[in-house]
């Protein structure tokens, strides 16, 4: 058991079931208790605090809700994994670079890669003919083996189609569209929505129907104005979080 029956001050004008909060939170912060770990029931909890089922469930579910606990139906809930820091602060720095920073192991699997007609959506948002060819590139990204993000890619054919012979499992889009001239991204407009995951995406990125995600929409452009890539990606709500940095 985390702490022990001292930790909890039933005189104290704290409330209860955020004296517990704070104790679950401490034994996370100390290493105590550590991601993938099962925490004791809530029977266990009730005997060993000696408190009410009301105050052990409003604070798990409090940490439920922030994210530092989940459950599994039917288990048991156990500590989540810390959340994932993604950072947008007006520089393009790579997926892959940034998950190394933060001492994780990045990857990538590509799902899709091919050329297809862009269809009436896609040739509006890119500035194309309906018809006209853009390759699609879908990658699976990881950070330690754990599925993070799907990322949903559409290059115009035209300038793009040597990214056709590049290995995108191992290479940054970015860094390859900016080997040439007239494909090096300048300016990226992004639109941040919260959205349920859908069946093919939570098949894909291990989670149950009904799970929150953070969609992205990017529109990446050359100098020209011409755009690069429109981009939809999808990130884990679980285990992404986004700092953006806005100079005034």
């Known amino acids: ?47 060993y605090f000696k408190l009410s089922r009301t105050t052990v469930r409003q604070a798990l579910s409090d940490l439920v809700n922030e994210n530092l606990l989940y459950r599994k139906k039917g288990i048991g809930t156990f500590i989540s994994k810390p959340k994932i820091d993604l950072q947008y602060m007006g520089n393009m720095v790579s997926y892959n670079e ?91 407009e992004r639109v941040v929505e919260a959205k349920i995951v859908s069946r093919e995406d939570s098949k894909l990125l291990n989670v149950e129907k009904g799970f929150p995600v953070q969609s992205f929409l990017n529109k990446a452009f050359n100098e020209e104005g011409r755009v690069l890539e429109y981009c939809s990606s999808r990130y884990r709500g679980d285990r992404n979080k986004f700092y953006i940095e806005v100079k005034v």
């Open 98 to 188: 940034q998950i190394s920073s933060m001492g994780l192991t990045p990857s990538t699997k590509v799902l899709k890669f091919e050329v297809i007609a862009a269809d009436e959506f896609l040739a509006k948002e890119m500035g194309l003919s309906n018809g006209d060819k853009v390759i699609e590139l879908v990658r699976l990204r990881f950070a330690d083996e754990e599925p993070i993000a799907v990322v949903q890619s559409y290059l115009p054919y035209d300038l793009c189609n040597y990214i056709l012979d590049v290995d995108m499992e191992n290479n940054s889009l970015y860094q390859i569209l900016s080997s040439q001239k007239n494909t090096t991204v300048v300016l990226v």
């Open 1 to 47: 058991m985390f702490g022990n029956t001292k930790d909890i001050d039933k005189q104290s004008r704290l409330p209860l079931y955020f004296q517990l909060e704070e104790l679950i939170k401490k034994a996370i912060t100390t290493g105590e208790l550590k991601p993938g770990d099962m925490i004791p029931t809530e029977w266990e909890i009730i005997d």
